[in-house]
């Protein structure tokens, strides 16, 4: 496995509160939403699209979709999780039906990088996240400290598992406001670990703290702008009147 994230943006929710609207095709600043992200996360490979056909993505952007369709977002994540590794399984010129290598993954990026399409400030916190990624990283390579930094309370806001075992205590980090709330669909997390709570509590119709319930992430605070989303078009049109 590399050093490097891979990205997975989702993209598949049905915009109820815009009307219904494609949030990955919803226009901010003449850009697409998606674009937006998208660029933000540019340092990361593989990046992955979970999102219907009818959503373009860039060339050399690989796109998937959870099937059935609106599953909710930890069935979109499974979903680019397992594109990821067929990727790279692909690309290795492994036989998808010889099973997983033994170490349990295929040669790829140890991380992944999750973010919401509707979150246009990405790159707010995409680099502080990345940058909280390789401190953490490092520590736990060093026997440095390498617990999460946040207090078990504010661990709790995302059900987190504060461990204190130095091998389970450095899944990743999460963007967090500054009183600790945790914007979910904002995580920078170990690809085994996610995969590890996929298999063990499923993925259609489940909450995305759920998911993150088991792992040991450290909250990172960036900006609050950045973390403002697009769910309604007095949100959109706030956004609008800051890209002017």
């Known amino acids: 496995m590399s050093t490097a994230a891979a990205m997975i943006v989702l993209g598949g929710g049905e915009g109820?509160?815009?009307?219904?609207?494609?949030?990955?095709?919803?226009?901010?600043g003449g850009r697409r939403l998606l674009d937006l992200v998208l660029d933000a996360g540019s340092g990361c490979a593989p990046r992955v699209v979970v999102a219907p056909d009818s959503v373009e993505?860039?060339?050399?952007?690989?796109?998937?979709?959870?099937?059935?369709?609106?599953?909710?977002?930890?069935?979109?994540?499974?979903?680019?999780?397992?594109?990821?590794?067929?990727h790279e399984e692909e690309q290795s010129g492994r036989d998808p039906e010889a099973g997983e290598p033994e170490d349990g993954a295929a040669d790829?990026?140890?991380?992944?990088?999750?973010?919401?399409?509707?979150?246009?400030g990405a790159a707010g916190f995409i680099g502080?996240?990345?940058a909280a990624r390789a401190e953490q990283v490092g520590h736990r390579n060093h026997g440095g400290p390498d617990g999460?930094?946040?207090?078990?309370e504010a661990a709790g806001e995302a059900g987190a598992d504060v461990r204190t075992d130095a091998h389970s205590a450095c899944d990743g980090v999460i963007a967090a406001h500054a009183d600790?709330?945790?914007?979910?669909?904002?995580?920078l997390a170990d690809r085994a670990?996610?995969?590890?709570?996929?298999?063990?509590g499923g993925a259609r119709d489940r909450s995305v703290r759920s998911l993150l319930a088991p792992l040991a992430l450290e909250p990172?605070?960036?900006?609050?702008?950045?973390?403002?989303?697009?769910?309604t078009w007095e949100q959109h049109a706030a956004w609008e009147r800051r890209a002017l």
């Open 16 to 28: 109820r509160r815009l009307g219904g609207v494609s949030k990955p095709d919803l226009v901010l």
């Open 57 to 86: 993505v860039p060339s050399g952007v690989l796109r998937t979709l959870e099937a059935p369709p609106a599953g909710g977002p930890v069935a979109g994540i499974a979903a680019g999780l397992a594109l990821l590794r067929a």
């Open 108 to 120: 790829g990026p140890n991380d992944v990088l999750v973010v919401a399409c509707d979150l246009p």
């Open 128 to 130: 502080p996240l990345r």
């Open 148 to 152: 999460p930094t946040g207090s078990e």
């Open 180 to 187: 600790g709330r945790r914007e979910l669909l904002a995580v």
């Open 193 to 200: 670990a996610l995969e590890a709570s996929i298999r063990e």
């Open 220 to 231: 990172v605070v960036v900006p609050e702008v950045a973390m403002e989303d697009v769910d």
